[in-house]
């Protein structure tokens, strides 16, 4: 409107003015507006929660070529309302994308995988090599569960899923290093009448109500 209206007064210096003085209150109440819904998004938390199964989605949907060529069966078991733990979720999500990577390249075709997560108590105090449960405390278990035996009719083809690779077993060794700095847990157990493998990880509750903020550039152009 000031555009138009720029070259209609017979004054053309007081239509200049009139012109700069209205785009300079356009541009503050533009500024001023930018600001305040910047400030609503920035003022309202969103509560942290399902960041485990959202991490082994994402890492799940990394390998998905992988594990649809070798058709392995995928199964989840997931505990409702999972709480959070205390591990940053980079760390966790390389974590997860480790062991994910073992069991993909270890599996053979036709095997079974399944991930399987829950949130406990633990009843006394445990050591072990790989780190320590605490009595009372609460924890999350995280355990990736995989089969590579194939049923052909009434046999059992056993695969070559214990002959593992030495760069296999030295990424394991350095997951394990990880889990441990975040006062986690990491078991490795091996059946090979079954043909199996499982590896559960323990990491501790996150007591405190952890929130976020979206980034406002989502919001405000």
Do not use: C
């Not at 355990?143 to 690779?165: C, M, N, P, V």
């Amino acid at each position: 409107m000031t555009e138009v209206a720029r070259p209609r007064f017979s004054d053309e210096e007081f239509g200049g003015f009139f012109y700069r003085s209205v785009s300079k209150d356009i541009e503050e109440a533009n500024l001023l507006l930018d600001s305040f819904l910047q400030y609503l998004f920035i003022n309202t938390p969103l509560k942290k929660k399902g960041t485990i199964h959202r991490l082994i989605a994402e890492v799940l949907k990394k390998y998905e070529v992988e594990l649809d060529e070798k058709e392995v069966r995928l199964s989840k078991k997931y505990e409702k309302d999972l709480p959070e733990t205390i591990v940053p979720d980079e760390l966790l999500r390389y974590i997860l994308d480790s062991i994910l990577q073992y069991a993909v390249s270890t599996i053979t075709p036709g095997g079974d995988m399944e991930f399987s997560t829950r949130s406990s108590r633990s009843q006394k105090d445990v050591s072990a090599r790989q780190g320590v449960l605490r009595k009372d405390e609460r924890y999350i278990k995280i355990k990736l569960l995989f089969t590579s035996k194939r049923k052909l009719g009434k046999q059992f083809e056993k695969s070559l899923i214990f002959q593992e690779a030495p760069l296999n077993l030295m990424l394991l060794r350095l997951v394990r290093k990880v889990v441990q700095k975040n006062q986690g847990i990491m078991e490795l157990e091996k059946d090979e009448e079954q043909g199996r493998i499982s590896i559960s990880l323990w990491f501790p509750f996150e007591r405190r109500g952890i929130v976020y903020y979206q980034p406002v550039d989502q919001f405000v152009n």
